[in-house]
C-alpha cells in the first residue's frame, strides 16, 4: 500500500470513491465527464499547502483510498495548528482489510511531522461503524458538532 497526494487525473476516481456508499450516493455526482466543479475544487485545494488531498493505491496502482488532511491555524491552544482529516474512504471491495486503521495511522504521523497539537474529525450519525473505528482508534467523541446547510 501507497499514500500520496493526489494528482489532477486521479480526482475521477476519487469522486467515484466518495460516491459509493448511502450517503454519498446522495450527494455527489460521479459521471463521466464529471462535473467542472470538481476539477475547480481540487485545482483550491493543490494549491494551498495547508492541504493535502491524498490517494492510497494497491500494489497494482489502483486507487483504492482516499482522504483529506487540513491543518488549520488557530489562536487558542497558544497558537496552536489542528489537523482535520475529512472525507476518509475506502473503495467498498477494499473494506475490511485495515486500510483504514493505515490511512490514520499514517495521518497521525503526518499531523505530528507538522507539529499539529490534535487530529480531529467528522462524521455523520448516520454512520455508527464509522464512529465506532474512530473511537477504536482513540479518537473521543468531546463535542458536539453542527452544521448549516445552504
Not at 450517503?23 to 470538481?38: A, D, I, M, Q, V
Not at 485545494?45 to 482522504?67: K, R
Not at 489537523?83 to 503526518?110: C, S, Y
Request: one cysteine or more; hydrophobic letters at 40%; charged letters at 30%.
Amino acid at each position: 500500500m501507497k499514500i500520496r497526494r493526489a494528482i489532477e487525473k486521479d480526482v475521477p476516481e476519487i469522486i467515484k470513491i466518495i460516491s459509493d456508499d448511502k450517503l454519498g450516493e446522495k450527494r455527489e455526482h460521479f459521471t463521466n465527464p464529471l462535473p467542472k466543479s470538481y476539477l475547480e475544487a481540487f485545482k483550491i485545494i493543490a494549491a494551498d499547502n495547508n492541504q493535502e488531498l491524498m490517494v492510497v493505491e494497491d500494489e497494482n496502482s489502483e486507487i483504492i483510498g482516499t482522504f483529506q488532511l487540513s491543518f488549520i491555524q488557530y489562536l487558542n491552544y497558544c497558537g496552536g495548528l489542528r489537523a482535520q482529516i475529512e472525507v476518509v474512504q475506502v473503495r467498498k471491495d477494499k473494506r475490511g482489510l485495515g486500510i483504514g486503521k493505515q490511512i490514520f495511522q499514517w495521518a497521525i504521523e503526518r499531523s505530528k511531522e507538522k507539529n499539529a497539537i490534535i487530529l480531529q474529525l467528522t462524521s455523520d450519525k448516520k454512520r455508527p461503524k464509522a464512529i465506532k473505528f474512530y473511537e477504536s482508534l482513540g479518537f473521543k467523541a468531546s463535542h458536539e458538532g453542527m452544521k448549516l446547510h445552504f
